[in-house]
């Protein structure tokens, strides 16, 4: 069957570290792989997208990584901040413009 | 950037009675919108794709009589819940085609 997981639920780190938070996905192709943020009772806010023949995409503080052979996606904040802290979800094309969303990591950011 | 107006952001309302929820695109004309629900500390699922000016595609599992979605402009599509139960009760997202967009969710309590 199809799955996307991200294996943490919750991911603590210091400010000022890198988190890294990890998607995994079975039984998908997809063309292209997003990440979000979710803040408590809000809706997803895209941060972004990253395709299958792509294997890095970086925003400011943001990195993300994609690899197709692996089925996984790593998505990494770096010098992070409390402002950081929010549900990350990953999210894939299961047909067109289509979304299939992961359960989603709650990362904190402790001062 | 696009932006998608979800209303109302909360409604409270009785067992058996119907509610609207409003998504407009601001400054862009959306084709295509998606409605999405999401229970607590779970992942957005897709309900349905709106597309203007022609029925709604429900995912498999959606009753359609019970979640009417309505697309008749461009800039607006409503999903009405009609006789809510309260297991109806969830966050409902509308997202639309253009720049992976989302609306601010509608939080739907029904005692």
């Known amino acids: 069957s199809q799955k996307i997981e991200q294996n943490s639920e919750a991911l603590n780190i210091q400010e000022g570290k890198t988190a890294t938070l990890t998607c995994n996905y079975t039984?998908?192709?997809?063309?292209?792989l997003q990440w979000y943020r979710q803040d408590p009772g809000r809706g997803p806010v895209f941060l972004l997208l990253?395709?299958?023949?792509?294997k890095e995409k970086r925003k400011e503080r943001l990195k993300v990584t994609f690899d197709t052979t692996l089925k996984q996606s790593l998505f990494h904040i770096t010098a992070s901040q409390p402002a950081d802290s929010a549900t990350y979800l990953c999210?894939?094309?299961?047909?067109?413009?289509?979304?299939?969303f992961g359960t989603g990591t709650r990362l904190l950011v402790s001062p | 950037g696009a932006v998608v107006s979800q209303h109302p952001s909360r409604v409270i309302c009785k067992s058996g009675t119907s509610v609207k929820i409003e998504c407009r695109s601001l400054?862009?004309?959306?084709?295509?919108m998606f409605w999405y629900r999401q229970f607590p500390k779970q992942s957005l699922m897709l309900m349905a794709t709106?597309?203007?000016?022609?029925?709604?595609?429900?995912e498999q599992g959606v009753e359609k009589d019970k979640f009417l979605i309505n697309h008749a402009s461009l800039t607006l599509s409503t999903l009405t819940v009609t006789s809510a139960h309260p297991e109806d009760s969830s966050f409902y997202i509308c997202?639309?085609?253009?720049?992976?967009?989302f609306g601010s969710g509608t939080r739907l309590t029904v005692v």
């Open positions: 997202s639309a085609s253009v720049d992976y967009t």
């Open positions: 039984n998908y192709s997809p063309a292209y």
């Open positions: 990253i395709r299958e023949n792509e």
């Open positions: 999210a894939l094309d299961s047909s067109f413009q289509k979304l299939v």
């Open positions: 400054d862009f004309q959306a084709t295509t």
């Open positions: 709106s597309n203007e000016g022609s029925k709604a595609t429900y």
